[in-house]
């Protein structure tokens, strides 16, 4: 991975457009190709970024960009779409390497590891016809945690949480965006899994098309008696 602390300024175009305005930020440029556009701030969420598959080139200034103070350009093109960041550097602060390796993967607590082991074997109860594919299904960003399809042969890629909030659906819509780029996946569906969704994160995934599904996870465990509900 590539950490690099710089003054710098980014546009993004393609399927929107969007400006940063100068300032310090962190820029990481990981392995898989992906590059993420950090502010002190945010938490975990990235101010911008361009996921894989892309490419990175980086460039001398033109005159106009010199003028304005740059020292170097970085240019984002994604791979397959017209979705183009770029990065005017006007002083490095810190640029580092790191070899990071193979990582292990997320380990979840144990009763969100359980709702999804849970819905993974009762994968039927979110609709007539729906079939497990598998769990973690990898993507270039983290796993997806059930892939299945539905009755009609759709993919549909679900999320789960304990507590589903807006940064978990942002998290599934990141997913989807990759999925539904692979040719034998695609149309993938959303599903919003979580033991309670809050309004504002379901209000967000209802907008995106993403379903959202309250998990009962004691009638899920066999606690109650009668039919399993999910609702």
């Not at 919003?192 to 009638?219: H, M, N, S, W």
Request: net charge negative.
């Amino acid at each position: 991975m590539r950490v690099v602390v710089a003054q710098c300024s980014a546009s993004y175009s393609g399927r929107l457009s969007a400006r940063l305005p100068l300032a310090t930020r962190v820029i990481l440029v990981k392995a898989d190709g992906s590059v993420l556009i950090h502010a002190d701030g945010g938490s975990y969420k990235p101010l911008n970024w361009m996921s894989p598959p892309c490419c990175l080139r980086e460039q001398p200034p033109s005159e106009e960009a010199s003028g304005r103070g740059a020292v170097a350009v970085w240019v984002v093109q994604h791979d397959k779409t017209d979705d183009r960041l770029e990065i005017e550097i006007h002083a490095f602060e810190s640029d580092t390497e790191h070899e990071l390796g193979q990582d292990p993967g997320l380990t979840k607590d144990g009763v969100e590891a359980h709702l999804q082991e849970l819905l993974a074997e009762q994968i039927g109860l979110l609709g007539e016809g729906y079939k497990l594919v598998r769990r973690e299904h990898p993507t270039a960003i983290g796993p997806v945690d059930i892939l299945a399809r539905d009755g009609n042969g759709q993919s549909v890629a679900i999320e789960i949480k304990r507590r589903g909030e807006v940064d978990g659906v942002e998290q599934l819509s990141r997913y989807l965006e990759l999925l539904n780029r692979d040719p034998l996946l695609s149309p993938v569906e959303g599903v919003f899994a979580a033991q309670e969704i809050k309004p504002q994160a379901r209000t967000l995934a209802e907008d995106r098309g993403i379903r959202c599904v309250v998990l009962d996870y004691d009638a899920l465990r066999g606690a109650e008696t009668g039919a399993h509900r999910l609702f």
